[in-house]
């Protein structure tokens, strides 16, 4: 792996993200949006909207950017680009984390511009700072990242790329935390919830909510949410096909 390479590799990313205006617009406005739609489906800033709109800060970078770099993934593979770049010196891990490294920035702005529309427009509390929650953001989006790199390897078009999304996403939403708490599911419910990454950020930000600075249950969950998205970027490293089956 070499960091020079790496980093051509997230500029090339980039570039391409900046031509393509509904990939960008999907990125940066619609988590707005969504939180907007929250915000008048709880009649405004309360308990309830506080708690779910914390929640979903970080759920929705995890689903937006495993959708997207799936299919981006698939996509390179299937018209020949991933052949091509894979006869350079451009190594397998060079491009993972390149992935990684430019959907990661990508993150920091539809977080910013999500944390930013949650606080000062629509009146989001919580007793710990901003700019923990978009920590956490950006760390979500990277692991949402890496599995979507990881899931594509297993699909030959688009649409079954897209089919990955109920499979890997949708049960580490539904057994994060947010809808019933971890304490009162079933106990092989909690054993599944406690091995999913998700749940962890979910309960980092959470602290977030009710505490006002960095606490060890935190530090620990943000750990657990960089270090899977590290595996998950290396089983995509090494499941990584040149083209589509």
Known sequence: MSLRITFATAGRILRQLR?????????????ALLLGLLFFMYDGPGATFDRIALTMLGIFPFVIMFLVTSIAMLRERTTGTLERLLTTPLGRLDLLFGYGLAFGLAATLQGAVATGAAYWLLGLRTTGSAGLVVLIAVLNAVLGV???????????TEFQAVQFLPVVVVPQILLCGLFVPREQMAGWLGA??????????????????????????????????????VVALTLAAATLRRRAP
């Open 192 to 229: 599944i919830s406690d091995v999913l990454p998700l749940t962890y950020a979910v309960e980092a930000l959470t602290q977030v909510g009710s505490s006002a600075g960095l606490t060890a249950t935190m530090g620990r969950d943000l750990v657990v949410v960089a270090g899977a998205a």
């Open 146 to 156: 890496a599995l979507g790199l990881f899931c594509s390897a297993f699909a030959r």
């Open 19 to 31: 031509h393509d205006r509904r990939t960008v617009a999907l990125l940066l406005v619609v988590p």
